[in-house]
């Protein structure tokens, strides 16, 4: 299901440089924490992950200013590089991932085909935020390309 190439450069990478990653989803709902999962000796490197999908949750375990996020639907580089560098302190892990966006067109925010934003953290500092955007009209088929991006630019990032 995931790409087992890419997630194995992470892993080598992390158990050599004995750094931990973790993970704060919002779009993909939990399919980036599943992916890193997969990996031989995830344990010892994978700290974990959450999955905030609104407002409230992003504000309470994330630390996203509310007031930006509201007006943007906590969809924009800002709010995904607040999850990425907080998701660092969250679960004490030197890098974060994260990634927010939207799955489906949603026409009551003007979202004609589905995009987002996604960010890395190192020790809480933000080193990347990067737009996709994809033309896949089926939510679990966005999902998944999206999770096979952000394992790619990640595995590219720390090699």
Request: glycine share 4%.
């Amino acid at each position: 299901m995931y790409d087992l190439k890419e997630i194995a450069v992470i892993k080598d990478y992390m158990l050599k440089s004995n750094q931990t990653v973790a993970v704060a989803e919002s779009v993909t709902a939990g399919h980036i924490q599943a992916a890193l999962s997969q990996a031989e000796f995830a344990l010892q490197f994978f700290q974990g992950g959450i999955t905030a999908y609104n407002l409230a949750q992003k504000y309470k375990h994330l630390q996203v200013e509310p007031i930006h996020a509201q007006q943007c639907n906590c969809v924009s580089e800002k709010v995904v590089m607040e999850m990425a560098d907080n998701v660092c302190t969250l679960f004490k892990s030197d890098w974060g991932i994260a990634i927010t966006g939207y799955a489906t067109p949603t026409p009551e925010f003007s979202v004609e085909e589905p995009f987002a934003f996604f960010s890395f953290s190192f020790r809480g500092k933000n080193l990347e935020v990067k737009r996709i955007h994809t033309s896949i009209n089926n939510s679990w088929e966005v999902q998944r390309f999206f999770t096979e991006e952000v394992i790619k630019e990640f595995a590219s990032l720390i090699v």
